[in-house]
């Protein structure tokens, strides 16, 4: 499986003026961002900011009303069905609520990460016999549930529900990862786990991490940019150890 | 030593053994693929022709006629008219289901048994047996076809549109209950314990508390309930209760398809019209069919019994629905004008008494049980051929069939698909909508009339005929569980490159096939007992013998056959209830 | 808005009304007539044609509401079991029943009269056919119908006297029994049917209803290169009209004689009354009474119609 031939600029997402409607709402407003190969940028800001919208846009799900969204050089609005397929299997998505399909078992969760590659014939066997059990096996005990591998995933509890949606990013290795509020279904112990094991996998990769999250302390020590949105808009972005308190209770204050 | 990303060291990784291929799940489709070829061995396969080829020039001729159906004004009045009376016994049987099932409900829910005796006794709880004796009735009522029931009543009551009204309320009266016993005890129970705490009769309490909060799905379910009585009622115009079955037997009879086409029309749109009302009607309550149909199993998302009533009071096509039912049921009594007098008259205690007397006791020496075993067979090989034949090609249709399937921003379309796109896309929802139409709305019998033309008799035609009848039902609930799948996982897929075949396989089929199994299950049940109705086609069984009984007046007979009946009913609803627990568990 | 959707279901429902105003329920009809006595009903086993039946039963109903005195109403019932239980409840006064549910019903209602019958019935055959394919010979001997051992057959109705029960009665003559044939034997439900069941070829061979035969053959209705005529059964008696009981009660002791006299003196000449002869297909109507059915009894008892 080729690669993409990536551009010699290591600029992996790309928002040119983006604005995202939903009806007669903005949910996303002439925003402008470039985010590098190998960066973990944190999005933070209050419920209803327009976080999700972002990370839908910068995997493909949602298309832009206005502006450009450049993915790996690529400019999505112009792909076909099938490059923008291409460009969907670099980049991994978690979600806050797994978005896993729970009455299959792990095993085929986690290979759902091969489907971008495999045929739809060897999707359809492995369904019956699954393939490529090593790799979902080695993916499961990095996160730390190689046990679970043929357990149904609905007996699973939320953390480790969470753990086979990254072991699918894991066995699907994309350049870069998107993570919509990967912990906030998860205790506090459960999500320092969850993010340090993201962050690792970043550090040991070099991918692309962005994420978006409601604990700044959890942004400030395991992101290393952080991009504040407040309606729609960036706030500020900046480098993590330099966003303090003032920011922060700017970007959630309550207006009248 | 493998090290794990998150900095700790995972035991040696264990390496889990991998299933065998061969457990319960496994072993359950096995088995149905073992009972199918042996139904169709039964059926005759490899012993001679299914199909006959002679047959097609009337097929032709019928489907011909379809071009050039009979529209005079004489016959079209008269196709206005029995129209009214299908929908207006379909109304008034409806109205007394509900009345009967909201009831029955509560008394058989387990949450009112547990409050009325909370007691154990050696280790059990007080309330099983009564509770278990209720649900044993209701599904006795219910195992037993509306003909019968029809029958029934004509022997007792005689020809008043009562009968009819009756032979639907009971059967279905029984669904209702049962459905809505278990919605009952799905809802949270804090309210009414609340209230029982206080000191509140459990009755009382119920009505207070679960019974407004289960208010809406009922609601949904009783517009499911219209939906199959307008099939039923349709049905039981075989028996005499006059309206859009009485006449296309008569005309099939005297084989005048122009005439049958016609009427065969207004059933088209009767049960299209209807089907789409509830449908929306359904859509607006958001019930996302928690129960509807399938017997309240398998309800994997959580019941909507939070949003309120209040929340649904200012919809306008709820609003609508509610005036409109509201002025369609005293329209429909007094178009029908049953005469509820006789009910309780002297003349139906007396025959009640004379039917009683000649059906006890009953009498299972008039068969060897080497017959009743075989009768059985077919009528069990028949139903599993019809629900094998009708759940694969329901599969087929009910994906088209949905709404947010193959329409743009469906889920295998991007919602940036171009004209053509959306018109073939319409053009394909149309026709598989179409053809699920047709199948539900010809009642079983008449699919059997016509199979016969270009089946040869016996097991096949009467399989066929109930095949369609099931296809046309389970497509449609199969296409509404499609609409109403959690897409999130499926956005998911998508989001990581899969295609569309992928994102089938892997997301759209494992998150329906619970519901599908459940209804196709929950179908199969209903096969068996419609099996009834085919009994004329050659296809035997106990269908047959029981026709064979009726038209014998044999009412022993009878009698002991739907004992024989119901008790394979309640073996196959085991069955399924085995099926349904090992799929949820494993 | 809430007004506006009240005044459209008012309308919808008032158009609802409209559109059925002349094709009103059945039991207003009978309100409408002289509220002193009650109607006598009457009904139909829907043997043959029951389009037809529908016609001839109209007029009927006011040819013997004239003769009689008394308001006549024609209720339709499809299905044989249901009008023979409804004739015993009492919902149904005086049906034309066949043969055999004639005799049902007489059992299951003492005293219930059988009161006349048309010309043809006293003498009443049924026909066997078969398709040219599937080889059997017309035969002109009884024991010509162990020809159809080993082919597929067609009954009409279960309940059918020409289509059931007296071709199953000269089979067992003949030593076929129901297990000889291949697979088991259907019941197309109709006379109609079975000539076309047995045209298409689904069924090899068929019986039914003589008259209504040689109407569809005189009619060309019938592909005779496909299908023939094997045999015609000896007579039986068929068709006839069964009274209750209690209609002397109700209407006075000589009623039952009116009722007769009234079938009796249809006169061909008055093209009313013979357009009535017509439907049923007979010359005239002639008196007849339950002894002229103890045979098809006997053979229903045989063959476990009745118990
Ligand atoms: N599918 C949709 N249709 C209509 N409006 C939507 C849709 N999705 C999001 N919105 C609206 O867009 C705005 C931004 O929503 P978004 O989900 O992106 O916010 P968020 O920052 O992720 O919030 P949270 O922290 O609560 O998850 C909100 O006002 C939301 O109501
Ligand atoms: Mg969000």
Redesign the pocket.
């Known amino acids: 499986m080729p690669d993409l031939p990536l551009e010699t600029s290591n600029i992996i997402f790309e928002l040119r003026n983006v604005t995202h409607q ?2 007669s ?1 903005a ?1 996303v407003r002439d925003v402008t961002l470039q985010i590098r190969a190998g960066e973990r940028v944190a999005l933070v ?10 990370i839908s846009l910068l995997n493909g799900t949602l298309s832009p009303s206005q502006g450009e969204v450049w993915v790996l050089g690529q400019h999505l609005a112009r792909l076909s069905p099938r490059g923008l397929r291409h460009v969907q299997r670099q980049i991994g998505t978690i979600y806050q609520q797994f978005h896993l399909v729970n009455n299959l078992r792990v095993i085929h969760n986690v290979n759902a990460g091969h489907l971008g590659r495999w045929t739809f014939l060897k999707g359809v066997i492995s369904l019956a016999w699954p393939l490529d059990v090593d790799t979902a096996a080695k993916a499961l005990a990095q996160v730390g549930i190689p046990e679970k591998i043929y357990e149904r995933t609905d007996r699973l509890s939320g953390g480790q529900q969470q753990r086979v949606a990254i072991a699918r990013v894991l066995v699907q290795q994309p350049q870069a990862i998107l993570a919509d ?1 990967p912990v906030s279904s998860l205790d506090p112990e459960r999500s320092r786990e969850i993010m340090s094991l993201l962050r690792d996998l970043s550090q040991t990769t070099g991918k692309t991490l962005v994420v ?1 999250l ?1 604990d700044i302390d959890l942004a400030r020590s395991h992101c290393d940019r952080i991009v504040g ?1 407040r309606e ?1 808009q960036v706030v500020f972005d900046r480098p993590a150890d330099e966003v303090n308190e003032t920011f922060i209770r700017a970007l959630y204050k309550i207006t009248a | 030593m493998q090290k794990t990303l998150s900095g700790r060291t995972s035991a040696s990784p264990v390496a889990v053994p991998r299933p065998s291929l061969f457990n319960r799940k496994t072993g359950w489709v096995l088995l149905f693929i073992a009972g199918v070829i042996w139904a169709l061995l039964q059926a005759g396969l490899l012993q001679h022709d299914f199909v006959n080829p002679g047959g097609w020039e009337r097929v032709r001729r019928f489907l011909a006629a379809g071009l050039n159906p009979d529209l005079s004004p004489d016959f079209l009045r008269l196709t206005l008219d029995v129209t009214i009376t299908t929908l207006a016994f379909a109304v008034c049987g409806t109205f007394f289901s509900l009345i009967f099932g909201f009831v029955a409900g509560i008394f058989a829910s387990e949450v009112w048994w547990q409050s009325i005796l909370p007691g154990r006794v050696g280790g059990r709880s007080l309330y099983r047996a009564p509770w278990l004796a209720v649900r044993s009735v209701l599904a006795f009522l219910r195992a037993i076809h509306e003909i019968i029931w029809g029958l029934f009543f004509i022997s007792i009551i005689g020809l008043d549109p009562l009968s009819a009204v009756l032979a639907i309320a009971i059967p279905f009266g029984a669904v209702t209950g049962k459905v809505f016993s278990e919605i009952l005890d799905e809802m949270p129970r804090q309210p009414y314990l609340v209230l029982r705490n206080s000191g509140v009769p459990p009755t009382l309490a119920l009505t207070y508390t679960l019974v407004p909060q289960a208010f809406l799905d009922a609601l949904s379910y009783a517009f499911y309930r219209f939906e199959c009585s307008i099939r039923a009622a349709a049905v039981l115009g075989i028996i005499g209760a006059g309206g859009l079955g009485h006449e296309i037997f008569l005309s099939l009879q005297s084989l005048r398809y122009e005439q049958i086409w016609t009427l065969f029309l207004a059933l088209f749109a009767l049960n299209g019209l209807t089907d789409l009302w509830s449908g929306l009607l359904r859509r607006r309550l958001g019930a996302k069919l928690s129960c509807s149909g399938a017997d309240c199993v398998d309800i994997d998302s959580p019941m909507s019994g939070t949003a309120t009533l209040q929340l649904y009071r200012y919809d306008r096509v709820v609003r609508a629905s509610l005036i409109i039912a509201a002025l369609l049921i005293p329209f429909s009594f007094w178009y029908i004008q049953p005469n509820f007098g006789k009910l309780f008259s002297e003349r139906t205690l007396l025959h009640l008494g004379e039917v009683a007397r000649w059906a006890f006791p009953p009498d299972f020496s008039q068969l060897p049980l080497s017959e009743w075993l075989e009768l059985s067979a077919v009528t069990v090989a028949m139903s599993l051929l019809a629900i094998a034949g009708a759940g694969l090609l329901a599969l087929v249709l009910s994906f088209p069939s949905a709404h947010n399937f193959l329409l743009p921003g469906g889920l295998l379309v991007p919602s940036t698909a171009g004209l053509f796109h959306r018109t073939l896309g319409w053009a394909v929802l149309l026709i598989a909508r179409s053809i699920l139409l047709v199948a539900r709305s010809i009642p079983p019998p008449v699919w059997a009339l016509l199979f016969i033309f270009v089946l040869f008799p016996g097991i096949l035609p009467g399989a066929a005929a109930l095949g369609m009848y099931t296809l046309g039902i389970l497509g449609r609930l199969m296409a509404e569980v499609v609409e109403n799948l959690d897409d999130r996982p499926l956005t998911a897929l998508k989001a990581l490159g899969a295609r569309g075949g992928d994102i089938f396989t892997y997301g759209i089929l494992p998150l329906s096939s619970p519901r599908f199994l459940a209804y196709g299950l929950y179908r199969w049940e209903e096969a068996i007992r419609a099996t009834v109705v085919v009994g004329l086609v050659g296809a035997g069984g106990l269908g047959h013998l029981l026709t064979e009984q009726l038209s014998s007046f044999d009412y022993q007979g009878v009698f002991t056959t739907l004992i024989v009946f119901v008790t394979l009913i309640f073996l196959v609803d085991q069955i399924s209830a085995a099926v349904r627990r090992t799929f949820r568990e494993n | 808005m809430f007004k506006k959707l009240i005044l459209m279901s008012l309308l919808l429902g008032s158009l609802l009304l409209a559109a059925c105003g002349d094709a009103a329920p059945a039991a207003e009809g009978a309100a409408a007539e002289p509220a002193s006595t009650e109607p006598l009903v009457i009904s139909a086993i829907p043997d043959q044609d029951p389009e037809v039946l529908q016609r001839q039963f109209g007029q009927l109903a006011s040819y013997l509401s004239e003769q009689l005195g008394v308001p006549v109403e024609y209720k339709p019932v499809t299905d044989y079991a249901a009008s023979v239980t409804a004739f015993r409840v009492g919902d149904l006064d005086m049906v034309w029943f066949g043969g055999l549910t004639g005799v049902q019903a007489r059992l299951q209602v003492p005293e219930a009269q059988a009161l006349v019958q048309r010309d043809i019935d006293e003498n009443f055959h049924s026909v066997f056919i078969a398709t040219k394919a599937s080889g059997i010979e017309p035969f002109e001997d009884i024991d010509g119908l162990a020809q159809l051992k080993g082919h597929t057959f067609t009954f009409g109705s279960d309940s059918s006297t020409s289509g059931r029960l007296m071709p199953q009665y000269f089979l067992s003559q003949a030593g076929v029994t129901l297990d000889d044939f291949k697979g088991e034997p259907g019941f197309s439900g109709s006379h109609d049917a079975t000539i076309a069941l047995v045209e298409s070829g689904s069924y090899e061979a068929g019986a039914l209803n003589e008259s209504v035969w040689d109407n569809r053959v005189a009619a060309g209705e019938v592909d005779l290169d496909q299908v023939q005529i094997l045999w015609r059964t000896p007579p039986y008696h068929d068709y006839h009209w069964v009274a209750r009981p209690d209609l002397a009660e109700r209407y006075g002791d000589d009623f039952p004689d009116k009722i007769t006299q009234a079938f009796l003196s249809l006169d061909p000449n008055n093209p009313d009354q013979k357009e009535i002869l017509d439907l049923f297909g007979a010359e005239k109507f002639i008196a007849t009474s339950n002894d002229n059915y103890a045979q098809i009894e006997a053979v229903g008892r045989e063959i476990g119609k009745i118990n």
């Open positions: 939903f009806g709402l949910a800001g209050p419920s209803g900011a327009g976080k999700s919208t972002l509020e978006s409601h949105l729609g």
